[in-house]
């Protein structure tokens, strides 16, 4: 299995709801990261996790708060989230961190909050 | 603070033609990667240049990497329609960018008939 896979592929949120983004990988890889991309934009650090312990947090508001819950999971939670927050949201998976191998990216959440 | 610029941002190609896009990045880095990205859809990748020197093919893309001048290239040979997308080349950094991919600001390559 090759695949990093993402749910939902499309998420409509309210200001005042609370969601999650979910991730998964089955390759073993223990390096995951969450990217925020705006459209015609290159893709954005949010977060890097390294055996599963939070390693980088790119100066994220805290309406965003990553989780690890294993190896192979990787969430994100929203909460109170803004208009200007809507993007596509990337997973992605690495052997180890970013500087021994590439990284594998999901489909990605097409996030909208109104 | 690493920094990756990509030109042209836009290329605008008739099919058959050949072109280069550029990536120079401003830090030391043996390690880079091309990515290309179809409207709406996430990032397929397409090569690791891992030193220098390094060159990879794939079918009408050829890229590669020259450590000392921090600059790596993506030729395109004859170009076909479907080859129509946004590239990114990436740059993995050291220092205080330990960990993290750089990515240039991307090229929007257009293939006209």
């Known amino acids: 299995d090759t695949e990093v896979t993402q749910t939902p592929k499309h998420l409509v949120m309210g200001m005042t709801n609370k969601k999650s983004l979910k991730c998964e990988q089955h390759?073993?890889?223990?390096?995951m990261y969450w990217y925020k991309q705006k459209a015609k934009k290159p893709p954005e650090l949010m977060f890097v996790y390294s055996y599963e312990k939070l390693s980088i947090n790119e100066s994220v508001p805290s309406r965003f708060s990553p989780e690890c819950p294993n190896s192979s999971l990787l969430n994100l939670h929203l909460h109170a989230l803004q208009p200007e927050d809507s993007a596509l949201y990337l997973c992605?998976?690495?052997?180890?961190?970013?500087?021994?191998?590439?990284?594998?990216f999901g489909p990605g959440t097409r996030l909208t909050v109104t | 603070e690493l920094k990756v610029e990509q030109n042209p941002l836009f290329l605008s190609m008739q099919e058959g033609k050949n072109y280069t896009i550029y990536c120079n990045y401003s830090?030391?880095?043996?390690?880079l990667y091309w990515y290309r990205q179809d409207p709406g859809k996430s990032l397929e990748s397409l090569f690791v240049?891992?030193?220098?020197?390094a060159v990879k093919q794939e079918g009408r893309l050829m890229a590669s990497l020259d450590t000392k001048a921090r600059l790596s290239t993506l030729h395109i040979t004859a170009a076909v329609h479907d080859l129509s997308a946004t590239y990114f080349c990436a740059v993995v950094g050291g220092g205080t960018s330990y960990g993290k991919l750089t990515f240039g600001q991307g090229t929007i390559l257009t293939v006209h008939p």
């Open positions: 240049l891992l030193s220098n020197g």
């Open positions: 992605a998976s690495g052997p180890r961190t970013a500087t021994t191998g590439e990284q594998y």
């Open positions: 830090t030391t880095s043996d390690r």
């Open positions: 390759m073993g890889h223990r390096a």
